[in-house]
Nanobody, 124 residues
Framework: QVQLVESGGGLVQAGDSLRLSCAASGRSFRSYTMGWFRQAPGNEREFVATISRSSATTYYADSVKGRFTISRDNAKNTVYLQMSSLKPEDTAIYYC?????????????????WGQGTQVTVSS
């Protein structure tokens, strides 16, 4: 059983930065990949970023590439999403999720544990 708790969301202006955190329970955090997804009102949940167990591999959605950075601290059981140059279209609820053990994935249905989400609102 894994519990994920996101934090760090809020209301910011376009061009601002924000860092999201996701704290995971359990001792096996370093044994699986992690991902960030987001869901805007009326839209399906979409992939944002993913990171491998050792942080050697990261992958981003085209819409956030160059602006967002995913990282993890296995000693703290925490994964981060640093968001810069935020745009109004980044407004959504952001979720972290536990992914496959051996490979990164962009598919929602390959993630089996999810946090409750944190709201990010970017005003123009």
């Amino acid at each position: 059983q894994v519990q994920l708790v996101e934090s760090g969301g809020g209301l910011v202006q376009a061009g601002d930065s924000l860092r999201l955190s996701c704290a995971a329970s359990g001792r096996s955090f370093r044994s699986y990949t992690m991902g960030w997804f987001r869901q805007a009102p009326g839209n399906e949940r979409e992939f944002v970023a993913t990171i491998s167990r050792s942080s050697a591999t990261t992958y981003y959605a085209d819409s956030v590439k160059g602006r967002f950075t995913i990282s993890r601290d296995n000693a703290k059981n925490t994964v981060y999403l640093q968001m810069s140059s935020l745009k109004p279209e980044d407004t959504a609820i952001y979720y972290c999720a536990k992914g496959p053990q051996f490979r990164t994935s962009t598919e929602v249905n390959e993630y089996d544990y999810w946090g409750q989400g944190t709201q990010v609102t970017v005003s123009s």
